[in-house]
């Protein structure tokens, strides 16, 4: 029996070697002597014995057995070799008693080569074994700017913590999102029962994702797991059954196939011509009906500007498309009725629904997946999901006019600038609002402080004596105040200067234009799409006060036109960041991707970017969906 397993197994080796040499690839196994040599490694660590996943099993140590076996460990030499009788002999050994005895290898950027055991190896995974225990020794290199590198070390960061060598990723950050989705500490060690429970999940979604056709992908397990996760969370999968992963899989495949994608983010920066018809295929045609929209808030209006302001947004839809839509919202919703909500609005017969905060991301990312047919639209930056679209404003643009008014009428070149969320958007808001200040006076400092932190730093708005404040840009309507915007403080008076202002009316008019008029459906991509506008698009603007002279509204007019016909960048030229650090280059415009995932402050600025552990409870789970991550992947359109 097992001499017929070693030509079956013979046969998968000849046809491994064929498909790769057919491709003009190297058909043996790697060999770590080889590629050593051009690596710079710090050091080795002993990892003892541990369960290596089979298919993290790559080559060997050295090149004395290499081309014995095909890059898939099957064997290559010919049925009447004494190999062949040897690796019989140790498959009788297999299907009687078991292979006990441990390999030996060497682990070098999470993958094994084999020191002692290759035939071993070779039997297992004729086997279909998912892990080979084995005594192995770490080759850790040297850190580099290499992103393979990168990635690596945070591997390393996950398993000092996890023991977890099974799971991989092909981008940077990954391995934060997945402790972020998990709900755990970076830094806190996982219990047995953790680990048993994670990799009970992982080995019924690998099995699930085999399945469908996932080894095709160019893309690690791990990161459709990831992708898995964001939709459907980790406690509500644990428990799942096999026919179920493999139903929801397929639910959301194209989400899966966005993994593979280099630049999986499509960041649309002007709106498209509502008032061109798109071919009558692709327009919503309803005749003798209006489409119904609605608006899901998870605060009030008497409670949180923002909501305030997305509410006046909706209100000035029903007023102008009042022929052609009819809106509703729903207020106070947060993740424990999202669901209920979000299912009642499309019992109502809702076709397209706004939810206008990142909280409510990956409810609406859930119930999208479950509803194809209804247009589903997410209050945020930087997320790439292929069911739902994202919108979200280019403030920065008016927070640099800002600026340029704060250094104008600054009295002593200091500054205040109270900021809330470090998420996307948040930094280069502060950033472009320092740029405005700096090019109107280069000697002047702002000072940076947080609202939203459970203790603060520094209070320098009283400290330093700073007469010059910008804060929130709305007022909440319950709670009357003129502390908003930017403003002057001199005694007791306060002086209001400008303000930048959120034209969500303007905003949620054009999208929904382009959904009836069927643009939506014109602009669709295979990767997700962002609407991120700005005062070219008219949905952001600034407003300037009485108390404003006419030179500076001049100059600020004059700015506002060069960014709003495509003239002028903020972030454009050489930028110093704290501590001397040098970004962009001369005669260069930094690009919107990383002008949205911004997470560094210029040297004006007197402050620094808070850590999750010092935000409040509120902030840390905004944080959690949409907080400042470097390395993110956009393309522009």
């Known amino acids: 029996m097992s001499y017929e397993d070693y030509k079956k197994a013979l046969k998968l080796g000849q046809k491994e070697y064929q498909a790769y040499l057919s491709k003009g690839n190297y058909p043996y196994l790697q060999v770590l002597d080889e590629i050593l040599p051009n690596t710079s490694v710090e050091g080795e660590v002993n990892l003892g014995l541990v369960q290596i996943p089979a298919d993290l099993i790559v080559g060997t140590k050295s090149a004395g057995r290499r081309t014995a ?55 297992l995974k004729y086997f279909k074994a998912a892990s080979i225990p084995g005594v192995v020794t770490r080759i850790v290199p040297k850190r580099s700017n290499d992103k393979a590198n990168k990635i690596y070390f945070e591997f390393l960061d996950f398993y000092r913590h996890t023991e977890i060598n099974y799971i991989y990723f092909s981008q940077e950050g990954r391995y934060k999102k997945l402790l972020s989705i998990l709900d755990k500490d970076p830094n806190e060690d996982w219990t047995e029962d953790e680990k048993m429970d994670f990799r009970s999940l992982f080995s019924r979604f690998q099995t699930a994702y085999n399945a469908k056709g996932g080894k095709k992908l160019p893309i690690t397990v791990g990161d459709a797991f990831l992708a898995f996760l964001n939709v459907y969370g980790y406690e509500t999968s644990k428990n799942k059954l096999p026919a179920q992963l493999k139903e929801d899989i397929s639910k959301i495949w194209d989400e899966i196939l966005l993994q593979k994608q280099e630049l ?36 009030s209006t008497e409670t949180s500007s923002w909501t305030y302001g997305h509410e006046l947004g909706r209100i000035y839809v029903e007023e102008t498309l009042k022929d052609q839509v009819e809106t509703c919202c729903v ?14 609005m499309a019992l109502d017969n809702n076709k397209i629904i706004f939810t206008t905060t990142p909280q409510l991301l990956k409810p609406t990312l859930k119930f999208a997946v479950e509803h ?33 008014i704060a250094g104008a009428l600054s009295d002593d070149s200091k500054i205040a600038y109270i900021a809330d969320y470090p998420i996307y958007g948040t930094i280069a808001n502060i950033n472009a609002f320092a740029l405005g200040v700096k090019m109107i006076n280069p000697r002047a400092k702002i000072y940076l402080e947080w609202s939203k932190v459970k203790e603060p730093k520094a ?13 929130q840009d709305m007022i909440i309507p319950k709670i009357p105040s003129r502390n908003f915007g930017l403003y002057q403080i001199h005694g007791d008076q306060v002086t209001n200067l400008a303000m930048p202002i959120w034209h969500w009316g303007k905003f949620y ?39 404003l002279p006419i030179g500076t509204r001049r100059l600020i007019e004059l700015l506002r036109h060069t960014i709003t016909i495509g003239e002028f960048n903020p972030f454009s030229g050489i930028l110093y960041a704290q501590n001397g650090i040098i970004h962009n280059e001369a005669n260069r415009d930094i690009p919107p991707e990383q002008i949205a995932s911004m997470d560094w402050l210029l040297e004006n600025v007197i402050g620094e970017i808070p850590k999750f552990n010092e935000l409040t409870e509120e902030a840390q789970a905004l944080v959690r969906v949409q907080g400042i991550t470097p390395n993110d992947n956009f393309k522009i359109i």
């Open 69 to 123: 076996f095909a890059p898939n460990f099957m064997p290559l030499l010919s049925s009447t070799s004494e190999f062949a009788s040897k690796w019989s002999s140790l498959c009788d050994a297999h299907l009687t008693e078991g292979i006990r005895d441990p390999i030996k290898a060497y682990e070098f950027m999470n993958q094994f080569y084999v020191v002692e055991g290759n035939k071993r190896v070779s039997v």
């Open 264 to 299: 999986p983010v499509d960041l649309v920066l002007t709106p498209k011509d509502s008032s061109k018809k798109a071919p009558i295929l692709t327009r919503i045609l309803t005749p003798s009906s209006k489409v119904k929209v609605a608006f899901v808030h998870d605060k």
């Open 331 to 344: 207020e106070n919703v947060d993740l424990n009725n999202a669901d209920m909500v979000l299912n009642e």
């Open 372 to 404: 194809p047919d209804i247009k589903l639209l997410n209050c945020s930056l930087n997320t790439s999901h292929r069911y739902i679209r994202t919108y979200y404003a280019r403030m920065y643009e008016a927070k640099f006019l800002i600026g340029a």
């Open 459 to 471: 209070d320098y708005i009283h400290s330093a004596e700073i007469s010059c404040i910008s804060t």
């Open 509 to 547: 008019e054009k999208l929904i234009r382009n959904i009836l008029n069927g643009t939506w459906k014109v602009e669709n991509s295979d990767k997700a799409i962002n609407y991120w506008w700005g005062l070219s698009a008219g949905v952001i603007d600034v407003i300037y006060s009485q108390n």
